[in-house]
């Protein structure tokens, strides 16, 4: 009997040991688990965190990216289209009839591949540059072949078709000053781009033609000058209305 109990004994010590460690696994098992639902919770409760910057996409974010935009106009000189021009300046818009001769001009000098005819537009207008009495053709082109962050290109033709000269850089409206170099009107007109402040620059004509836009050095304060400025579209706004003429015309 007696040794029957000192076996009950024994069996209650090993089983009451046993049970000892267990708890202490269980309970470092259950701390682990809340160690790591607690991870969880941290991780899960980080994205709130950044819940008060604007979504890409919201009113808020809208707002920031509007303003952000109106920023870097500024930091670029504050010109916008013709918003440079002097207030007592004539503006015309291009012409809207289509040109065959201007079409079939900036297609051959630039080469312009059939498949862009469709994306590439042209503006014009008439001016009498040396005031001879016979009127040149001063064209913009603007396209992927021929139009970059600076600007686009632009030509001078004679009345006829005849390409006088090219340029690249262009910026409308162009102002067609009242002061004249060699007998023709110097040309005023934004240069921007490429990290540079914007300004206006005068293009003189010299030896047979005028500077180039990237090489222009005489820069001008708006309000001194005066005359005729051509090419006064918003690009912009004739794109959304589809008022313009491309190369497939």
């Known amino acids: 009997m007696k040794k029957k109990m000192a076996e009950l004994f024994c069996m209650t010590a090993v089983v009451s ?3 000892t460690g267990c708890s202490g696994d269980l309970s470092g098992l259950m701390g682990g688990g809340k160690g790591q639902t607690d991870s969880m919770e941290e991780q899960a409760e980080e994205p709130e965190a950044g819940e008060s910057e604007p979504a890409e996409g919201t009113e808020a974010g809208e707002m920031m990216t509007e303003a952000e935009t109106e920023d870097s106009a500024a930091d670029e000189g504050g010109f916008a289209d013709g918003a440079w021009l002097p207030a007592g300046a004539t503006q015309m818009a291009s012409e809207k009839e289509p040109n065959e001769l201007v079409r079939a ?3 051959d000098e630039y080469m312009i591949p059939e498949d862009e005819w469709e994306m590439t537009r042209y503006y014009y ?4 540059l040396n005031d001879d009495g016979e009127k040149e053709i001063f064209a913009l082109a603007v396209g992927p072949s021929v139009s970059g962050s600076g600007g686009s290109s632009a030509l001078l033709l004679k009345e006829n078709g005849e390409v006088m000269q090219t340029f690249t850089l262009v910026n409308p409206p162009v102002l067609v000053t009242d002061e004249t170099d060699e007998g ?3 040309l005023a007109l934004m240069r921007s781009g490429g990290g540079a402040e914007s300004e206006v620059v005068l293009l003189s004509w ?6 180039n836009v990237s090489g222009a050095e005489t820069t ?3 309000e001194t000058l005066s005359g005729t400025a051509i090419l006064c579209n918003d690009l ?4 959304e209305s589809g008022e ?4 497939s015309e």
Do not use: C, Q, S, W
């Not at 207008?125 to 009498?128: A, C, E, H, M």
């Not at 912009?236 to 794109?239: L, R, S, T």
């Open 244 to 247: 313009f003429l491309t190369l």
């Open 125 to 128: 207008n008439y001016v009498d």
């Open 220 to 222: 001008a304060d708006p």
């Open 236 to 239: 912009a706004a004739d794109m």
């Open 105 to 107: 001009a900036i297609v």
């Open 17 to 19: 040991m046993l049970l």
């Open 184 to 186: 023709y009107h110097r």
């Open 206 to 211: 010299k030896n047979g033609a005028y500077e």
